[in-house]
């Protein structure tokens, strides 16, 4: 076992991947000497050489469609783009060619494209190092979309995603890329996509979210039990698309209360498709309304971010409004 | 501007003639011509109703002698008048007729606009619809070739327009980092859609534009398919030895309407396509094979009624044939269906009546 941090989680996950299959490659903007802005790919390149680990043009855009090339000719690529709020330049290339290159063509390419990419607000980055855009790639066909929430998850789901066939989006949580270590295997493992995890038990509410916003999440259950005993289930959802709607059902027709925590906004965030779900597969169970507590449909802000971002208080009140309902 | 072939079909200078077979040039020849009748037919369907969507490729055949210039295991990014590649690389008449229908046995399984096909077995890339985007896909491709089959190479294929997008910028730039084998072609057929050649840039040349990216730039007739393929040759020696990657401006015109949807007389006059009619790709070609004595007047004729005839009985058969299965709208959007695709498969189902 060793002790490590989300970031050196991701890092120790593509180490393992580019020294076990040849096929793997990595590129991206200052991933090379750098290591990353993050540092997430710090000594790879020396590791395995600038061949593999690709400094590029700083083009989004080519970035994604280069990988794309690499990946139809039989490479596993996994590009980085440095902020995801910087992923739209290469919008076209992940929703018209990425996302389709499989079904246009009747099965016969495949693109095999782990785009990782730091998201979500918190770390005093403004408009454009801060936004948790899933929704958007959530609505793409083709694309399975990725958020881990600690250390063991980062490794086995980054893993699971470059072995796996399809192109995913794996969005990293940057805000607590170092905000706590875990013990994890020191060897390869993988934690499977499209599984949620039920990280707290609980029969009163049913509690979903994802990335940064799962530590949120708990410690307002926490609270919740201890200081008015209300015993929430916590669900880690892990994978946003395609999502593990049973593990959510079975959950809710337990407690008949539902609550998700998204940092996205609002309006049509993935909030919005959870309580759809709750809406049509679990009306029956339901002893109160179906709950949101999101971000706010405003471009992300910057020094009132921390009024912006759901808070275990925003989720407590949540909490306290479908409890007394 | 490289150019091999006169229009009465005699040679410029003999010096520059590619020594080719002789069985390999009527290889070529009859690709052209399946070409031609595939445009005729293609059309004739479309306004018979009995096909949805027809892309013209008339006056553009002889970027036949682009793909005849590589060895299969080199890649082709078409973009969407390159069928003449498929072809040449002997992708069966009866697999481009099924896909023309979008039937039951259409290798694409009848996803896409009639035209816009791919096929693995021939390394002959799916095209999309948004402009230029296979630009950079081949450079990337011809990347990852370069570290595992140094002999490879790769070429693709895209219109004036599309050196206006950010994928085209994309491509050159990072094959020109990377110097990858990569043979960029631009078939400037002088219009994207409507808009003409001096709208899209205010480069002299679409070659030029070879020279901001520090790679090599080439002008070629694009309606001489000798030109093609040695320009093509020329293009393969490069980055074989270690140079990288070419752009090649093939100048050509586009005979026909954009699409089955558009109407050109809108935006080009009749004098010009008359003009550009004397420079037809295949007439000039056949003219050379005359004078090689590799075919008379009365053989080219029996070529044309063989495929003729032959193209009538494949479009019967795959006119005959089903839909694809309901299923397939489902399969293939991932590797295995996940849930919610298989209950929205149940849900489709109910509402279908399928044998």
């Not at chain 1, 043009?57 to 970035?63: A, M, R, T």
């Amino acid at each position: 076992m060793v002790e490590l941090n989300i970031l050196e989680a991701v890092r120790d996950a593509l180490d393992i991947e580019l020294q076990n299959d040849p096929s793997v490659y990595l590129m991206g903007e200052d991933i090379g000497p750098n290591g990353g802005v993050f540092r997430a790919t710090e000594g790879l390149q020396e590791k395995y050489g600038a061949h593999r680990v690709m400094d590029t043009p700083l083009n989004e855009s080519g970035i994604v469609g280069f990988a794309i090339g690499m990946a139809l000719r039989g490479a596993k690529a996994v590009p980085e783009i440095q902020f995801v709020d910087f992923i739209y330049p290469a919008f076209d290339q992940i929703v018209s060619e990425l996302a389709k290159f499989r079904y246009r063509s009747g099965g016969e390419f495949t693109t095999n494209v782990t785009i990782r990419s730091p998201y979500g607000g918190g770390v005093r980055g403004a408009h454009y190092h801060s936004q948790s855009p899933e929704a958007l790639f959530a609505h793409t066909p083709g694309l399975k979309v990725v958020i881990p929430s600690n250390p063991y998850d980062a490794k086995g789901l980054l893993i699971s995603s470059i072995r796996d066939n399809n192109p995913v989006i794996f969005l990293e949580p940057k805000r607590i890329y170092r905000a706590f270590k875990q013990e994890i295997p020191e060897e390869d493992y993988t934690v499977p996509l499209e599984k949620a995890n039920i990280v707290r038990n609980g029969d009163d509410i049913t509690l979903v979210s994802y990335g940064s916003m799962l530590q949120n999440t708990l410690e307002a259950a926490e609270i919740a039990s201890n200081e008015l005993s209300i015993n929430c289930e916590v669900i880690d959802l892990r994978t946003i698309s395609p999502y593990d709607s049973q593990t959510i059902i079975s959950s809710v027709k337990k407690t008949g209360r539902f609550i998700s925590v998204t940092e996205s906004p609002k309006t049509a965030g993935f909030g919005a498709e959870l309580s759809a779900l709750i809406g049509e597969k679990t009306i029956d169970s339901m002893e109160a309304p179906i709950m949101r507590v999101t971000g706010y449909d405003v471009p992300f802000p910057f020094i009132l971010e921390h009024d912006y971002l759901p808070s275990a208080d925003r989720i407590l009140s949540a909490i306290d409004t479908i409890w007394e309902y | 501007m490289r150019k091999i072939l006169q229009l009465d079909g005699s040679i410029i200078n003999e010096a520059i003639e590619p020594s080719i077979e002789s069985e390999e040039l009527l290889k070529w020849y009859q690709s052209m011509i399946q070409l031609r009748l595939l445009d005729q037919k293609g059309i004739r369907l479309q306004r018979q109703g009995r096909v949805g969507f027809h892309i013209f490729t008339t006056g553009q055949e002889a970027h036949i002698g682009a793909a005849a210039a590589l060895n299969n295991q080199d890649w082709i990014f078409p973009a969407y008048r390159e069928h003449g590649a498929a072809i040449y690389r002997d992708m069966p008449l009866e697999e481009i007729i099924n896909h023309l229908f979008a039937n039951d046995l259409d290798i694409n399984k009848g996803r896409r606009l009639p035209g816009l096909f791919g096929n693995k077995k021939i390394n002959f890339v799916n095209p999309s619809a948004p402009i230029g985007t296979q630009i950079i896909h081949a450079t990337g491709a011809a990347y990852y070739a370069s570290q595992i089959n140094p002999e490879e190479v790769n070429i693709v294929f895209f219109g004036d327009g599309a050196t206006s997008s950010s994928d085209f910028h994309s491509g050159l730039n990072f094959a020109g980092v990377y110097k990858t084998p990569t043979i960029f072609i631009c078939m400037n057929n002088q219009f994207a859609i409507s808009v003409p050649l001096e709208k899209q840039t205010a480069s002299n040349t679409i070659a030029d534009k070879a020279i901001a990216y520090g790679i090599k730039g080439e002008q070629v007739d694009g309606n001489d398919i000798l030109a093609m393929y040695s320009a093509v040759k020329d293009a393969i020696k490069h980055a074989q030895n270690g140079n990288g990657p070419t752009l090649i401006e093939a100048f050509t015109y586009r005979m026909g309407p954009h699409t089955s949807s558009d109407d050109p007389s809108r935006y080009r006059p009749d004098e010009e396509v008359e003009e550009w009619k004397l420079k037809d790709p295949i007439e000039r070609f056949k003219k050379y094979l005359i004078r090689k004595d590799l075919i008379s007047e009365e053989e080219n004729s029996i070529i044309y009624e063989h495929y003729d005839k032959k193209i009538n009985e494949l479009i019967e058969i795959a006119d005959s044939r089903p839909k694809p299965k309901l299923e397939t709208m489902f399969t293939d959007v991932y590797d295995t269906l996940p849930g919610s695709l298989l209950e929205q498969w149940e849900e489709v189902k109910f509402f279908t009546e399928e044998d």
